[in-house]
């Protein structure tokens, strides 16, 4: 082989792989992506918190409270159960009278009455309201405050917002309860009251809370649930923004002549004491009554008879606003004549 064949062979040569060389394994093509796993379609009750939710951020209420109230959130079937339960019967004043004014109530209401005077009689100063009034209210609603609900407040009304018989009555309720959660006035676990809604000591709804409710100890809450100064100064607050007016009694038990027409009785048919004086009525234990507008009313009229019949005053009225109830109003007037 001449010399230049020679040098031709080898540069060919070195252009082939060498046999022996490790050849680089070509790259594996890339794993195919997951897909996305399909998105879960929102309940109608997740999609109505949203709506709510919504709501609650144009009045103020921060993204933080909304994602804390409404966590884990869900209907709460024990509460539609009792709003949608029906009384089985009626009671008769003596009856209700008798459970919502037992002696054992009236003995605690009076040691309670003794044990706050001081702090009572600043509430009476600040509002006009007679001292007894708030005990009796706190006494017919919580009694006490042993028993103000164990429901969470926001599950409840949601729940009723949601699917209860008055939706729009109860989603105003809830953004009225969720403001106050974004206000600080009390923390999330411990908003609880009943299963309505109905809030703390005395059984605010939050737009009574809103409207009514005052920070009377001065720490710059307004907490209906653990300041016994707040929840007192509340009621009384309550009563004097409807129609208290100082000084005036609230009910009298009084007693009537015979053959009297009871078609004079019923708690809008108003005339001035002295006429009811001229007609022979007369008050039970004997003392004057006052020269006032009053009305007279039979508790059980016009379904049975009644065996007490009651002079009612402008203030029954306001204590009516708070439960709109004449047998209510006459338990709390009846307990306030006792424990004060």
Sequence with gaps: MSHRRA?????GASLLPCA??????????????????????????????????????????GQNTLAAAFRNLAPNARVLELDGRQPEFTLTWEQ???????????DRGRQLFRENRTLLDAV????????????????METNYGGNTGGFGVIEALATLAYDGRRKAFFRTELLAALKILHAGHVPLSHMKG???GAMGQPQFMPTSFERFAVDFDGDGHRNIWDSRADALASIANYLARNGWRTGEPWIREVVLPAGFDIEQT???????????LNAGVRSRDGGALPALEAAVLLPDAPNGPSRQAFMVFNNFNAIRRYN?????????????????
């Design 124 to 139: 009476s100063t600040r509002f006009g309201v007679a001292p007894q009034l708030p005990v009796a209210i706190w006494g």
């Design 20 to 61: 022996t060389q490790a050849q680089t394994p070509p790259r594996p093509p890339h794993p195919p992506a997951h897909p996305a796993p399909p998105r879960r379609e929102k309940t109608a009750f997740e999609r109505f918190l949203d709506g709510v939710g919504e709501d609650a951020k144009k009045a103020g209420v």
């Design 194 to 196: 009943s299963w309505a």
């Design 7 to 11: 040098l031709l062979a080898l540069a």
């Design 96 to 106: 209700y009278r008798d459970r919502v004014v037992p002696q054992t109530r009236i």
């Design 324 to 340: 709109p109830s004449n047998f209510y109003s006459l338990g709390v007037g009846l307990l306030a004549d006792a424990v004060g």
């Design 266 to 276: 019923g708690r809008e048919k108003k005339r001035q004491v002295q006429e009811w």
